[in-house]
């Protein structure tokens, strides 16, 4: 995930899949990743940070994504 609000965008978080390794069958980066964020970062800070992935978010990912207002700066 990177933060934009800077001359240079940075990364503030990285995820992988935890469904094999910690036993979490809802472990998908994307939602593991918006729930790491949310504890550390306001949602104002998310809305200016984009989230990148090596795959097309799933469902339930895409929702997580979606209620975290990540990247909505980028939407208008
Ligand atoms: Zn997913």
Known sequence: ?????RAKPYIILE????????????GHA???LVQQAS???EKDFLITCT???TVVP???CSGA????????????
């Not at 899949?17 to 809802?26: D, G, L, R």
């Open 1 to 5: 995930m990177l933060h934009h609000c």
């Open 15 to 26: 995820q992988g899949n935890i469904e094999v390794t910690e036993h979490v069958c809802t």
């Open 30 to 32: 994307e939602t593991t």
């Open 39 to 41: 504890r550390i970062y």
């Open 51 to 53: 989230l990148y992935t």
């Open 58 to 60: 799933c469902v339930v």
């Open 65 to 76: 994504i979606y209620w975290a207002n990540i990247g909505f700066w980028n939407k208008h």
